[in-house]
């Protein structure tokens, strides 16, 4: 069951990614993010509401819990700005990629920390996936989007290391609290959070580009938040792998590389139709190994 919802996850986030580059293309970056978490917590509200009136008011009463979910706010908070800065502004063909890497760092995070093993398909899978994920970089480079010199790839790369983090911290989370608690809470906190920084950048005058309404934005909270529900409620699972959920869930990029590719029109179609087969066919074998 754990692997239906995973795959659910990912396909929910390749819509995600894709309302996100519609949304951010020639508007402003932080106001989208914050019109995102202001809708995530508007569909999240009738969990709070529910709860607060029957007294309870999260993790039963507990200061340490609801710290331990600001903490969490933060590091996605950090993952997203970062996020949405490099998807403005780099494609879809290379972004998808980049963020399709998390699965390396949070695969040795679950080894090293959870003591998680891996079977034979399982390893095959993700050795293809990051086969695939090394071919696509090298498209990249071909594109002109060097590593050395782009500070947009850098804030991606930076997105995807602290969503690995983010991964990690979510699978030792759900140990101790109800996912639909964890998501209610974090999204609440997230708002606020993101509200002050807004608040601050426009009156310290740091934050001068306009912003213009689009009906994709209210999409990203949505999609984000059915990937969130059935990502949280899979790690829920006693027997679920955060290596493999992980890995499931950054075949979202197959949905993203194809708008990017038939929609946006962006390059070397051949090359990347390759490598997608070859990413598709890493989660095929993990799916599986998972059975």
Sequence with gaps: MWVILAVVSALCLGFYDIFKKLSVTANNVLTVLFLNTL??????SPVLATGIMHGDYGFGGSITGHLLIV???????GSWILGYFSIKHLPLTITGPINATRPILVLVGALLIFGETLN???????LLGFTSLYLVS?????EGHSIIHDRWLWMSIGAMVLG???????KWLLRYYEPLQVQAWY?????????????????AGHDRTPFHWKWTIPCIAIFLTVADMAYFYAL???DSMISVVSMIRRGSVIVSFLFGVIALHEKNLRLKLIDLSVLLAGLVLLVLGSK
């Design 164 to 170: 690995a983090v983010s991964g990690l911290y979510d």
């Design 71 to 77: 903490l969490k706010s933060m590091i996605v908070l």
């Design 187 to 203: 999204s609440l906190y997230q708002l606020v959070i993101m509200g002050a920084t807004v608040l601050l950048l426009k009156r």
């Design 236 to 238: 829920s699972f006693d």
């Design 120 to 126: 034979l398909l399982q390893w095959c899978g993700i």
């Design 138 to 142: 090298r498209i990249g480079r071909r």
């Design 39 to 44: 809708f995530g917590t508007l569909l999240m």
